[in-house]
């Protein structure tokens, strides 16, 4: 006899075979001919047969290492996966929940067998069972899922997920809060550890911003979007009474609801990006923490004639903060905006539009001061943009200011006496072991000493 014909004669291989042949011979069944009584029926016995056979698949799978080992797979889900042409992440999933209820979750298992709980809710009932403190202890953590194993027959997996989350508080509620507060501590710790953000240039005139924060953070910002997003109470009870109206009327209502405001008609994730933008344009630099030396501000470079121009561009400082494609040498307008939007955001008091050949504040103190002023330090971030050392491309907000000729030799605090060093350049600046020589092009390279 054959191994293949040896293996035919396994209960599980006949039952598979069988299910199989029964399946076939149902194949052209018409459920157009059913009642909808017969129809409730087949859906509810062909949900717990699907449960059925998906425990048996597990109950094999969990005990396949060998079929692995054979093809020198990573595991038997990698097996699966490749073999039944399946996703990789629901044969690890299934893998791991196959593992668990042959090792420690018989209640689950039997629930399956009996096709009384579904694959979706044994999934949901593992994750909640092992994100369980290691604290609690083997009988606590039966009696979560016999109560769980119990919840299948009246709730979903959304639900049942949601009463796996406090099941301390059901089956063990004197443990339940310093659990509670032990698995936040991890989680919150792990979110530190797994936050992110990312920015870069599309070269489209747009940024991809993407990043992961902690749920509590998230929230937090949503809160605040929100607060741009949602549409205003009198437009949404004046659309309300346009509505009841209906027809032409309607539309006129609706109309007028909504002129002032064209936000309340845009999808929700285009609120929210504008909400985005409108909160950055609200946040008060001075509550800011201090940035380059200066209070965090935003600046706007733009000639006096082409502010009151209608086709002109204004340059918006921060050049170099944000990576992009720069493989054809420019950034597609990255820090570059319209007059228009240049003027509008001078009326911001929080943007400070420096307006080339208007009228200023001094930028020269002569010996009155030892340090630059703010008023200063912005001028050298326009002018100079990033560190001056050579080759460096740190941007200025990120620079000190630095006295060419150093104040207690007689230097003077102007602007002309002033360059801008990122913190590595300016520790060279004054280290004697280098010397500085300035380039026409207003770099300074450093040489060190032999």
Not at 176 to 192: D, G, I, Q, V, Y
Not at 426 to 432: F, L, Q, S, V, W
Not at 436 to 449: S, V, Y
Request: proline share 4%; with cysteine.
């Amino acid at each position: 006899m054959t191994s293949r014909q040896h293996s035919a004669q396994h209960p599980i291989v006949g039952a598979a075979v069988g299910v199989r042949a029964v399946l076939k011979s149902v194949a052209d069944a018409n459920p157009s001919f059913m009642t909808a009584d017969d129809k409730a029926v087949a859906l509810r016995e062909l949900v717990a047969a699907e449960a059925q056979l998906a425990e048996l698949r597990l109950r094999v799978l969990a005990d396949a290492g060998d079929v692995a080992a054979a093809t020198a797979a990573k595991d038997a889900a990698g097996w699966l996966a490749h073999h039944t042409r399946t996703r990789f992440a629901d044969a690890r999933a299934d893998l791991a929940l196959a593992q668990a209820m042959d090792r420690c979750r018989p209640v689950l298992a039997a629930a399956m067998r009996e096709g009384t709980a579904t694959l979706a809710q044994a999934h949901v009932v593992r994750r909640a069972l092992e994100a369980l403190p290691a604290s609690v202890d083997v009988e606590t953590t039966a009696r979560a899922e016999a109560f769980l194993v119990e919840q299948t027959a009246q709730l979903g997996p959304k639900e049942l997920g949601r009463v796996g989350r406090r099941i301390l508080d059901v089956v063990a509620p004197e443990i339940a809060e310093a659990a509670e507060a032990a698995r936040l501590a991890e989680l919150e710790a792990n979110a530190e550890q797994q936050t992110r953000l990312t920015m870069r240039r599309l070269g489209d005139g747009t940024t991809r911003i993407s990043s992961r924060v902690a749920d509590a953070v998230a929230t937090r910002f949503a809160t605040y979007l929100e607060a741009y997003a949602n549409p205003r109470r009198e437009v949404s009870s004046t659309r309300v009474d346009a509505d009841r109206a209906g027809g032409a009327a309607a539309e006129e209502a609706t109309a007028q609801a909504t002129a002032h405001d064209p936000v309340i008609r845009l999808a929700y994730p285009r609120r929210m990006g504008r909400a985005f933008a409108a909160f950055l344009e609200a946040i008060d630099p001075s509550r800011l923490p201090i940035h380059g030396g200066d209070a965090t501000t935003i600046v706007i470079t733009i000639p006096l004639e082409k502010m009151q121009s209608d086709l002109a561009a204004a340059d918006l400082i921060g050049g170099g903060l944000v990576p992009g494609d720069d493989s054809d040498g420019s950034d597609a307008g990255g820090d570059r905006i319209t007059a228009a939007q240049a003027r509008r955001l001078a009326c911001n008091a929080r943007i400070l539009p420096m307006v080339l050949g208007g009228r200023s504040r001094p930028l020269d103190l002569g010996r009155a001061r030892r340090l630059f002023s703010a008023g200063q330090r912005i001028a050298m971030a326009i002018r100079d943009r990033t560190c001056r050392g050579e080759g460096c491309d740190v941007p200025a907000t990120w620079c000190e200011a630095h006295h060419l000729e150093p104040w207690q030799r007689g230097g003077r605090t102007d602007l002309d006496e002033g360059i801008l060093f990122c913190s590595h350049h300016h520790h060279r600046a004054h280290d004697p072991a280098y010397t500085a020589e300035r380039l026409p092009d207003g770099d300074t390279r450093f040489h060190r000493h032999r």
